[in-house]
C-alpha cells in the first residue's frame, strides 16, 4: 500500500486467542528525478504499534526500513496494526510518497528446513511430527474462534429478530387501539349532531 511519509495507516486483523502473529514489511521511498519507487530508504524508520480489541497497546516500537515484529495475542478480536514513518519532512513535496510491502502471518510456526537437515532422520520425523501438531493446535484455535462468533452473532440475530416482533405486536395494538378511540368518537360526534 502506498502512504505519505507522515500519514499513519492501519490495517485490521482478526486474531484468535493466544495466537504468534509475525509480520515483515519494506519501505520504499517515491524518487521525483527517476519517477520511480527506490529499492530502499536508507534513514526511513516505521513506527510499528498494534492495538487489541479492548485498545490497550501491545507493541509500540521503531524499526528501520525493512523489518520483523511479532506479538502473541491475549484477546481474541480485531487488532490494529499502525505504521508511520520517522520523517522530519513537513511539507507535502512530491517526494514524500511511500510504497510499503507488508506480510503478515498469523499463527504460523514455520518449519525450518535447515535444521531439520541437519538431524538425522528420527530427529527430523520428530520436528516434522512438532510442527504438524503446532499447526493442529493453531486450526482448532482458529475453529474455537469462528464457533464463538458464529454464537455471538446468531445472539444477536435472535435478539434483533425477538425486538422485530414485539414492535410490531406493540404497532399492532396502537393501530387497533386509535382505530376503536377513532370509531368511538365518530359516534359520539353523530348522536351529538343527531344525525345517527
Not at 152 to 157: D, G, P
Amino acid at each position: 500500500f502506498h502512504a505519505g511519509e507522515r500519514e499513519e495507516k492501519c490495517i485490521i486483523e482478526d486474531i484468535p486467542t493466544d495466537t504468534l502473529v509475525v509480520g515483515n514489511y519494506k519501505v520504499q521511498r517515491w524518487d521525483i528525478h527517476t519517477h520511480e519507487f527506490l529499492e530502499s530508504a536508507p534513514g526511513l524508520g516505521m513506527f510499528v504499534t498494534v492495538s487489541a480489541p479492548t485498545g490497550e497497546v501491545l507493541l509500540s516500537k521503531l524499526y528501520g526500513p525493512q523489518a520483523t515484529f511479532s506479538f502473541t495475542s491475549y484477546l481474541s478480536g480485531e487488532h490494529i496494526i499502525c505504521f508511520q514513518s520517522n520523517s522530519t519532512r513537513f511539507l507535502a513535496i512530491g517526494g514524500n510518497k511511500l510504497r510499503i510491502h507488508l506480510d503478515i502471518r498469523v499463527g504460523e510456526h514455520f518449519f525450518d528446513e535447515s535444521a531439520a537437515h541437519a538431524k538425522d532422520k528420527v530427529n527430523e520425523v520428530n520436528v516434522r511430527l512438532e510442527h504438524l501438531i503446532e499447526q493442529i493446535h493453531h486450526v482448532s484455535k482458529e475453529q474455537d474462534y469462528e464457533r464463538e462468533r458464529e454464537e455471538k452473532f446468531r445472539k444477536t440475530s435472535e435478539e434483533t429478530n425477538s425486538n422485530i416482533l414485539w414492535w410490531a405486536i406493540a404497532q399492532t395494538l396502537i393501530l387497533i387501539s386509535v382505530g376503536i378511540w377513532q370509531i368511538k368518537s365518530l359516534r359520539d360526534f353523530f348522536i351529538s349532531k343527531k344525525l345517527v
